[in-house]
């Protein structure tokens, strides 16, 4: 197998391009957390205004 010879400017060239996938990588990732959390805090607020609703249903 014959080597093949790759610039400098090739190499910082994909380690640049390297960084940014990772960087875009990383902020779906966040985005993603961030929606499941705010579903998690809607249910969450949608079952304890449920669960005081039935709680005062049953006092009267």
Avoid: C, Q
Avoid at 31 to 45: G, M, P, T, W
Wanted: zero cysteines; glycine letters at 4%.
């Amino acid at each position: 197998m014959s080597a093949v010879a790759v610039s400098p400017h090739e190499l910082r060239l994909h380690d640049e391009i390297g960084r940014r996938v990772a960087a875009r990588e990383a902020v779906s990732r966040a985005s993603i957390a961030a929606a499941r959390a705010a579903v998690f805090a809607v249910a969450l607020s949608a079952w304890v205004f449920a669960s005081g609703r039935l709680a005062d249903r049953g006092r009267t």
